[in-house]
C-alpha cells in the first residue's frame, strides 16, 4: 500500500528530507503528492520543487481571517485526497475540523519528550529544568495540543556540556531516523489510532515504543 501523503512544515524541512530520502532508498513505500506552508517562503518547499512534488504556500495574510484561511487549507488538502497528513515543523495548530476531517491519519513530530513539555520552547525549557534526558515523540493529532496518542519517542542523555544547538542537533539526527520508521508502519498498515492509545500490531501502546539515541544513529 503506497499512502498519499501530504507533508506540513513552516521552516527548513529536513524532517521532510529525511522522508524524501528514505523513500528514494526504496525503503519507505509513500506516495509524497504535496509539500504545504503557511509560509510562502519556507524552504522546506523548495525540497519538494526540488523532488518534483507539488509546493503549496497558504498564507495567512492572503485571507481576511484565520476561518477562511483554515478552509482554504482544507480545500488545497481535500483536492490532493491524502491518506495521511504529516506534520513536519509545521508551527500553527489545527483546527477541530481538520483534525476530526483527518482522525487518526495526521502525525506530528514535537521535540520532547511529552507529555513533558508541549509547546515551544523545549529545548530550552529542558536546559533550565536540570532534566536529565531530552528527546522527540511521534504522535496522533488530536486537537489537545501535543497530547494526542504517543507511538514512538527517541531519548537522549543531556550532558553537562550540553546547550541548546547540540541538543537540537541530536534530537533532530534521531528524529531523521525516527519519523520515517513511523511512516514505514503506517504504511505497512501496522498502526493505527485507537480511541485513547495509538495500536501497533493490533497491541494498544499505553506507552510510545522508545528507541535510546545509539539506536537510532
Ligand atoms: C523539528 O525538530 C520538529 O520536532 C519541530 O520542528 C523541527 C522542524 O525541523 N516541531 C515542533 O516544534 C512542533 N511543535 P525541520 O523543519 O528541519 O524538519
Known sequence: ???????????????????????ASGSLAIEPVGALSDRPG???????????????????GDFPDAR???????????????????????????????CREYRG???????????????????????AAGDRWHGTTVHFVTDDLDAGPRIAQARISVGRGDDEDTLRARVQACEHVLYPRVLEWMSQGRLAMGARHAILDGSELTEPI??????LL
Open 1 to 23: 500500500m503506497s499512502l498519499r501523503t501530504v507533508v506540513l512544515l513552516s521552516g527548513t524541512g529536513t524532517n521532510f528530507q529525511a522522508i524524501l530520502d528514505r523513500r
Open 42 to 60: 519556507a524552504p522546506g518547499l523548495d525540497r519538494a520543487r526540488r523532488a518534483g512534488i507539488l509546493a503549496i504556500a497558504v498564507s495567512r
Open 68 to 98: 477562511s484561511w483554515w478552509d482554504g487549507i482544507a480545500a488545497r488538502l481535500r483536492a490532493l485526497s491524502p491518506d495521511v497528513l504529516v506534520l513536519a515543523g509545521f508551527m500553527r495548530i489545527l483546527p477541530p475540523g481538520l
Open 105 to 127: 491519519r495526521v502525525v506530528n513530530i514535537h521535540p520532547a519528550l511529552l507529555p513533558k513539555y508541549p509547546g515551544l520552547d523545549t529545548y530550552r525549557r529542558v536546559l
Open 210 to 215: 522508545v528507541f535510546e539515541e545509539g539506536q
